[in-house]
């Protein structure tokens, strides 16, 4: 069956990075986009850009752009995003899913991140 | 950005009635190619949302068909018959339509 799992909680400072990470398996990994979103109370649900699996191309919302990286890993059917020059408003969890025709069916548990000093 | 507002924020409904959230859009959601990108989604407490309805009106795999929705090009509703235990959550519009792809900000539905 379908999984997407994720990397574990993170606490971090305020201006370094964390990279988290969303290992996928029962299907093509190369198949379908993976998306990233990002859930707070106050913002609700955003999506943070998406990632072609095949080729590594990114689409990114403007918002984020500068903020987070997507890269992928095909050998370890891996998709992972990096978060840069963190802030407390970037504490969030953050969710990786699997773009398909009928949209985002499958999604990862989530990672909460912490931003403090 | 396309903005979707949901209403009401909060519902409370007795098991066994029914439940209806409304989502209207800022742009019509109506694509070129004649789909309606209008997706509808539940995160039960403490879990991943869940797909529910794709394209206005297709309800996703594994979920029952008390659930329902129907829409214009920029007003939607989602229908729950018969609320049970499990329907408890928060219920979200979202669209596909462009790039940024949003989300509403969300429907809370208890039990009475």
């Known amino acids: 069956q379908v999984q997407l799992q994720q990397s574990g909680a993170e606490l971090a400072k305020p201006g370094s990075s964390v990279k988290i990470s969303c290992k996928a398996s029962g299907y093509t990994f190369t198949s379908y986009y993976i998306s990233w979103i990002k859930q707070t109370t106050g913002q609700g649900l955003e999506y943070i850009g998406y990632i072609n699996t095949g080729s590594g191309g990114t689409n990114y919302n403007e918002k984020f752009k500068g903020k987070a990286t997507l890269t992928v890993d095909k050998s370890s059917s891996t998709a992972f995003m990096q978060l840069s020059s963190l802030t407390p408003d970037d504490s969030a969890v953050y969710y990786c899913?699997?773009?398909?025709?009928?949209?985002?069916?499958?999604w990862g548990q989530g990672v909460m991140v912490t931003v403090s000093s | 950005d396309i903005v979707l507002t949901q209403a009401p924020l909060s519902v409370s409904v007795t098991p066994g009635e029914s439940a209806s959230i409304s989502c209207r859009s800022s742009k019509s959601l109506l694509s070129s190619k004649g789909i309606t990108s209008l997706y509808w989604y539940l995160q039960r407490p403490g879990k991943s949302p869940q797909l529910l309805i794709y394209?206005?009106?297709n309800l996703a795999s594994g979920v029952p068909d008390r659930f329902s929705s129907s829409g214009s090009e920029t007003d939607f509703t989602l229908k729950i018959s018969k609320v049970e235990t499990e329907d408890v959550g928060v219920y979200y519009c979202?669209?596909?339509?462009?790039?940024?792809?949003?989300f509403g900000a969300g429907t809370k539905l208890e039990l009475k």
């Open positions: 394209q206005m009106s």
């Open positions: 979202g669209h596909r339509l462009e790039y940024p792809y949003t």
């Open positions: 899913a699997r773009e398909g025709d009928i949209g985002t069916r499958y």
